[in-house]
């Protein structure tokens, strides 16, 4: 059974988001699937249902909302928008069945980035509390990606160890053990001759065309698992990392940043203590902290009642910065988000276009509510 009926009906759940300032969009349930395999992260693509057209173009059972949002606001070319949007996403679950409702805001364009992203966890929080779970029924988590940016680049960290880093940013299981391995000299990868050369020699393009040409001549797909190009990023990251002597002192002060975990009202002064042993800079991630917060009070939030974790991310690769989460008291999600600033570009916009938005887990909700038949 389906969350639409414990809720009434989906045009209750619309009303909801009209009456936060979000106009209506459907989005076709059948997409192109290339998007979300090239731009969703790994923990959503062995996730979707693939298929294929009769012309050979990869489709996909709609996983999530804000990709085929971000690309009809794209197509349509306007300017900042509220979209909302209630229905079924496609996708394998550990638990639960894999086709389920979803409810959410997309904030598209709006440039004053710390209002939108106080008013997206309001709102995140406001669809809730109309659909039975209260404040006291959820707990909510925030991290943002920004900062760890801003980590690692403070910390002048190879580039393949960042970009190790950011694959496992979101699970604190992957960066434990990412850590442990950058603190171990890390073995040149074994690989073809026809490979070696360019990855050795750090040749992108020389290197894209070998992994293709090996493809190629292996018969393997174009679509649907990782690209030259993907292999070739991943390649170069660890030849670079087979030369790098790991450095404990650096290593030291990610894992002490890692660890931070507060009530949002004393992240600033967290942040601040960090940088201060680390001998880095972090004032302008700091000033933007303290200007989310005075947003989020705005709004009627508690930030005392809200908990900053460092490590928190969400394992979509799009997100870019603030990410969230509230949860239920047995831990399961009952509605995310984050910003993805970079998604838009990507999606063929012509500017660069900010975006933040959430979703709600009807679902979970329901069983949380007691509305679960």
């Not at 290197?207 to 679509?223: D, H």
């Not at 005392?304 to 870019?320: M, P």
């Amino acid at each position: 059974m389906n969350a639409l009926r414990s809720f009434a009906a989906r045009a209750d759940i619309e009303t909801i988001l009209a009456g936060l300032g979000a106009a209506r969009i459907d989005v076709p349930v059948l997409q192109p699937a290339d998007p979300f395999l090239d731009m969703a992260g790994e923990e959503l693509r062995r996730r979707i249902f693939v298929t294929q057209s009769e012309t050979g173009e990869a489709l996909c059972l709609r996983p999530e909302f804000t990709i085929p949002v971000c690309r009809d606001h794209v197509a349509a070319g306007g300017g900042p928008a509220r979209y909302g949007y209630v229905g079924t996403v496609f996708r394998q679950r550990r638990a639960g069945p894999s086709e389920f409702l979803q409810a959410g805001i997309e904030d598209i364009g709006a440039t004053d980035t710390v209002a939108a992203d106080a008013r997206s966890v309001a709102d995140a929080a406001a669809v809730l509390e109309r659909l039975g779970v209260v404040a006291d029924d959820r707990a909510i988590v925030i991290g943002d990606q920004t900062v760890f940016d801003a980590v690692l680049a403070e910390l002048g960290l190879p580039a393949g160890w960042r970009l190790t880093l950011a694959h496992a940013f979101g699970s604190d299981a992957a960066l434990a053990a990412t850590l442990e391995r950058l603190g171990r000299p890390a073995p040149m990868p074994a690989m073809p001759e026809a490979i070696a050369e360019p990855a050795r020699a750090g040749d992108r393009a020389a290197l894209e065309e070998a992994i293709s040409a090996q493809m190629r001549a292996a018969s393997l797909p174009g679509t649907g698992g990782r690209t030259a190009a993907d292999i070739a990023g991943r390649l170069l990251a660890k030849v670079e990392a087979a030369r790098l002597a790991p450095d404990p002192a650096r290593l030291d002060a990610l894992r002490a940043f890692l660890a931070i975990a507060v009530p949002l009202q004393n992240a600033p002064d967290a942040l601040a203590a960090w940088q201060s042993t680390a001998g880095l800079d972090l004032a302008a991630a700091i000033a933007a902290f303290g200007a989310r917060i005075e947003a989020l009070e705005g709004h009627g939030l508690d930030p005392g009642a809200i908990v900053y974790r460092a490590s928190f991310g969400r394992q979509l690769d799009y997100y870019t910065g603030l990410v969230f989460e509230m949860r239920g008291a047995d831990g399961a999600v009952l509605a995310g988000g984050g910003r993805y600033d970079r998604l838009l570009p990507l999606l063929g916009a012509p500017h660069p276009t900010p975006g933040v938005g959430f979703s709600v887990w009807l679902d979970r909700v329901a069983a949380v509510a007691g509305d679960a038949p």
